[in-house]
């Protein structure tokens, strides 16, 4: 059976799992090693990455064409044509895009595939875009981006199109920004700023992707909604213990940094907390996000704190031992489960 890099990863990993709990034989596993291939060749990646430059290219003359508007307004001139003409006739192109995608959906590549979604949700949006400017609708963007993720997130789920879920996502924290910021009092929504916001967004992120895990239905896109909440969520925090929830950069200047450290404290208990809950359930990403802002966290307090009175020599050798310590613990724990 061939398969791609990833899935032989896991399949070797799964395999090796069901040697070690007895569910198979040493032989059996290792048939089963054996009759699966990665069919990543060379000459296959090369192609993938020419496919991404394709698709870089499409966004930019996408917005080479239609974010200048200049040129729009010739071509609307040119044609005779007013907004509502134009969000129609692109949103009619972009159903038969889609139509003719889902039709060669077997005939070309997952990449090539995500590559069709890209265009046919671009034109989904342009329609978007002349429709909300024929209605008149708010120049602040909210309403807007409230129907593209709408929009992205039905047309993600059935065609099983991994770009426009990410699209989808993005649209999403682009729509809360706009949608806090425009019903914040003094710079805060609901009593909090721009970092702590996006901390509590980043966790609803993630409940929709535990969601998504318990629901088959909607789990095609589980793990890119996952990383996406842990980015923001850890971000958030990382916002918070540097400027707590001050609303201006004003008031923030004229406290010292000490009256944010217990933010620093909470920042890094989540790190060390996502850490362990990664290595006890062998979930790599909430591991490797939780040693990552571990490590951003202690940086950034180094910097705040002890840049101008502590030796650097001192201050990385301590961290040098610390992770080292932590690397030979859980080297150590792998072996003893090993044996």
């Not at 889902?102 to 595939?113: D, E, G, P, W």
């Not at 362990?276 to 180094?302: E, H, M, P, Q, S």
Request: contains cysteine.
């Amino acid at each position: 059976m061939d398969v791609d890099k990833n899935e032989w990863e896991i399949l070797q990993r799964a395999i090796s799992e069901w040697e070690h709990t007895g569910l198979l034989s040493n032989d059996q596993g290792d048939k089963l090693k054996q009759s699966i291939t990665c069919k990543g060749s060379e000459r296959q990646q090369i192609a993938q990455y020419f496919f991404f430059i394709a698709l870089f290219c499409t966004l930019m003359a996408f917005g080479a064409i239609f974010l200048n508007e200049k040129l729009l307004e010739k071509i609307k001139a040119y044609f005779a044509w007013s907004d509502l003409v134009i969000a129609l006739i692109t949103a009619l192109l972009s159903a038969l895009w889609f139509w003719y995608t889902a039709k060669k959906r077997n005939q070309v590549s997952s990449i090539a595939y995500e590559i069709y979604m890209v265009l046919g949700g671009l034109a989904v949006l342009t329609s978007l875009v002349y429709f909300c400017k024929e209605a008149h609708i708010d120049k602040t963007y909210t309403a807007l981006l409230s129907l593209a993720v709408s929009i992205l997130v039905v047309i993600a789920q059935v065609f099983r199109s991994k770009a426009l879920w990410i699209g989808a996502i993005g649209a999403a924290i682009g729509w809360f920004g706009t949608f806090s910021n425009w019903l914040s009092t003094d710079n805060l929504f609901l009593g909090m700023n721009y970092p702590m916001r996006y901390t509590v967004f980043g966790l609803i992120i993630l409940l929709i992707a535990l969601l998504q895990r318990q629901v088959k239905q909607i789990s095609f896109g589980q793990r890119i909604t996952y990383i996406a909440g842990l980015i923001l969520f850890f971000s958030g925090l990382w916002g918070i213990s540097i400027f707590g929830n001050y609303n201006t950069l004003v008031g923030w200047q004229q406290v010292r940094q000490v009256h944010v450290l217990a933010y620093s404290i909470v920042f890094a208990f989540a790190s060390a907390l996502s850490f362990y809950i990664g290595v006890r359930y062998k979930d790599d990403l909430a591991r490797d996000f939780g040693v990552l802002f571990l490590l951003i966290n202690l940086y950034t307090r180094y910097f705040e704190y002890f840049w101008d009175s502590m030796n650097k020599g001192i201050f990385f050798s301590i961290l040098a031992a610390t992770f080292g310590l932590v690397g030979w613990l859980l080297e150590r724990q792998r072996k003893a489960k090993s044996e």
